[in-house]
């Protein structure tokens, strides 16, 4: 038997870098995936390439930053699939690097809204949905910026900061009803997310004064794999956790 065989999976950012590799993976491994984006066309040909290798996913275009988007996302995935098993919190966006003198309101607010408001409104609708049927699960894809203060600029650092904590607290407030979260703390790895971004001079000069140590970058199956363990039954004692997979970056 597949390790996520009969489970329900929605992954958001699923159209490029981690979430892509975490929805092929979970498809793979037995799950009907929900991929979520703000980007139509990739989501569809992510879809497309699961399905023609015999897995099952669908799409839904969602702003996980609009309140609106998340419920008609919830909504779509329990009337395709029925049931919801398992929420992978993975979009997210960087700041350039800005340091908090230069940070716009417009800046702060797309950066907060994606990174930590859009996995509270997913995580709460699911949730609801946990508690009536007495299961569930949850992995955010944090950062080790969550973890420490120069890994990028001030917007990304406090959002990841607060997804920790959003984290922590779902676990242990709902350990007693078989609700599970957990979040991953990646280092650097090999994705678009800074693709075509005009960085801060100042904030990516501090930011690269600490990279001595970075052994490499991580290809996305490899946080692919830990969302794989935390997802499943073989972790179920692990909640409210943060694993740090950063190739011994932060172990210095």
């Given at each position: 038997?597949?390790t996520?065989?009969n489970?329900?999976?929605?992954?958001?950012?699923?159209?490029?870098?981690?979430?892509?590799?975490?929805?092929?993976?979970?498809?793979?491994?037995?799950?009907?995936?929900?991929?979520?984006d703000?980007?139509?066309?990739?989501?569809?040909?992510?879809?497309?390439?699961?399905?023609?290798?015999?897995?099952r996913a669908m799409?839904?275009?969602?702003?996980?930053?609009?309140?609106v988007?998340?419920?008609?996302?919830?909504?779509?995935?329990?009337?395709?699939?029925k049931?919801?098993?398992?929420?992978?919190?993975?979009?997210?966006?960087?700041?350039?690097?800005?340091?908090?003198?230069?940070?716009t309101?417009?800046?702060?607010?797309?950066?907060?809204?994606?990174?930590?408001?859009?996995?509270f409104?997913?995580?709460?609708?699911?949730?609801?949905?946990?508690?009536?049927?007495?299961?569930?699960?949850i992995?955010?894809?944090a950062?080790?910026?969550?973890?420490?203060?120069?890994?990028?600029?001030?917007?990304?650092?406090?959002s990841?900061?607060?997804?920790?904590?959003l984290?922590?607290?779902?676990?242990y407030?709902?350990?007693?009803?078989?609700?599970?979260?957990?979040?991953?703390?990646?280092?650097?790895?090999s994705?678009?997310?800074?693709?075509?971004?005009?960085?801060?001079?100042?904030?990516?000069?501090?930011?690269?004064?600490?990279t001595a140590?970075?052994?490499?970058?991580?290809?996305?199956m490899?946080?692919?794999?830990v969302?794989?363990?935390?997802?499943?039954?073989?972790?179920?004692?692990?909640?409210?956790?943060?694993?740090?997979?950063d190739?011994?970056?932060?172990?210095?």
């Open positions: 038997m597949k996520l065989e489970k329900v999976a929605l992954v958001t950012g699923a159209g490029s870098g981690i979430g892509k590799a975490i929805a092929e993976l979970f498809a793979q491994e037995g799950a009907s995936v929900m991929l979520a703000v980007h139509q066309q990739n989501i569809e040909a992510v879809a497309n390439a699961i399905t023609a290798k015999g897995g799409c839904y275009a969602a702003d996980i930053g609009n309140e988007d998340v419920q008609l996302l919830i909504d779509y995935t329990c009337r395709m699939y049931t919801l098993d398992i929420l992978v919190n993975n979009a997210g966006v960087m700041d350039s690097f800005t340091p908090v003198a230069e940070v309101n417009g800046l702060w607010n797309k950066v907060i809204n994606t990174n930590l408001t859009g996995p409104y997913t995580s709460r609708a699911a949730i609801r949905l946990f508690l009536e049927k007495g299961s569930g699960n992995v955010n894809i950062s080790i910026g969550g973890l420490f203060g120069g890994r990028a600029g001030v917007a990304y650092t406090a990841k900061h607060g997804l920790i904590g984290t922590k607290n779902i676990g407030q709902y350990a007693e009803k078989n609700i599970r979260c957990n979040a991953i703390a990646p280092g650097g790895v994705t678009n997310i800074v693709q075509g971004m005009e960085v801060d001079p100042f904030g990516f000069e501090r930011m690269n004064a600490g140590n970075v052994t490499r970058q991580a290809d996305p490899e946080i692919a794999d969302a794989l363990y935390l997802a499943s039954d073989q972790s179920s004692f692990i909640n409210g956790a943060v694993v740090t997979a190739g011994g970056w932060t172990a210095y």
